[in-house]
């Protein structure tokens, strides 16, 4: 997982799901290790503190919280600084599996989408009482849906006829999206369902997906001991593309330069990148929704002026 993790080491698993990264850390950590999960969806915490209690590993705990309340956990358990920190980004398999969740087209359930139900409104909620141009900014932003246009026109005008009832479920947002596409004349990507892309958008939206991975990012950068390492895993390019972009920077890679020497410019530099990995095709076969998985791996350094000597690292694309 990229983490390099020491037996005496402390560990934060920024998405605990139900428990698979947890685990692999803990089968490395030794007595004095110690491993703190967080999870911002409380069928998820639920279940680590289920396994706490079956195993009573004092090594592990597990904390109801968002990304960007990492350095809040961090505090309350008297950690200042960690050894490694792993985020798992997007959705869980269970959140997805479960159509009460409201996550999955291909199962009908009530239209919600969020990660922690005791926060924040539902999809449907939200759907109902949005601007045609707010939903059209969601679907086009965060879904990168070239029909974000109609599909928005099309939800709207739901609303306004008077023999529909507001949009509830998820199967009738899938419908209504792929009769769009349809009407439209276009054929969805070849394994993607026209839904898809206004399905991610909403979810990422919701949940501001991206606002929070940037806080945790910040917040892991801060705490983590020099040779410490940041690993996550992004699912699609939204979220890859801020992850390049944070390591770059912390990296020095994107330093302005001098205009006469072009030479970089003094800028602090705390991250040395390690690694881009892609999944292998067994792990896809074992495991479609990995195919479009990418991890990437940043070590800590001590803190250097871009351009010097010890702030050069091998660029990773």
């Known amino acids: 997982m990229g983490l390099c993790v020491a037996a005496d080491g402390t560990y934060v698993d920024g998405t605990y799901g139900r428990g698979g990264h947890s685990a692999a850390i803990l089968a490395r950590l030794g007595p004095a290790g110690r491993l703190l999960a ?38 309350a358990q008297g950690v200042d600084a960690v050894d490694g920190v792993l985020l798992d980004l997007g959705v869980s398999s269970p959140q997805l599996d479960d159509p009460s969740r409201g996550f999955s087209f291909r199962a009908d359930g009530p239209l919600d989408m969020r990660m922690d139900p005791t926060r924040g409104v539902p999809a449907s909620q939200w759907l109902d009482t949005a601007s045609e141009d707010q939903i059209a900014e969601v679907v086009r932003d965060y879904g990168e849906e070239r029909f974000a246009v109609p599909i928005a026109k099309a939800i709207v005008a739901r609303r306004g006829d008077p023999g529909s009832a507001p949009l509830q479920t998820t199967g009738e947002l899938a419908r209504l999206v792929a009769g769009v596409v349809r009407r439209r004349g276009k054929r969805p990507e070849v394994g993607k369902d026209p839904a898809t892309r206004t399905f991610q958008a909403l979810r990422i939206f919701l949940n501001q997906e991206l606002e929070e991975l940037e806080g945790v990012l910040a917040v892991a950068v801060e705490r983590l001991r020099p040779a410490g390492r940041l690993a996550v895993i992004s699912f699609h390019s939204l979220e890859d593309r801020i992850v390049k972009r944070f390591i770059a920077h912390e990296s020095g890679r994107d330093a302005p330069r001098d205009p006469v020497r072009g030479a ?26 990995a195919r479009s998985a990418v991890l990437r791996v940043a070590e800590r350094v001590a803190e250097v002026a871009a351009g010097s000597a010890k702030a050069t690292g091998g660029a990773v694309s």
């Open 38 to 75: 967080i999870d911002r969806d409380p069928q998820a915490v639920a279940a680590g503190r289920r396994w706490q209690e079956q195993t009573g590993d004092a090594r592990f705990s597990i904390t109801h919280a968002r990304f960007s309340e990492l350095g809040e956990v961090l505090d």
């Open 264 to 289: 970089p410019l003094p800028v602090r530099v705390r991250l040395r990148p390690v690694a881009r990995i892609l999944p292998r095709e067994s792990e896809i076969a074992a495991n479609p929704r």
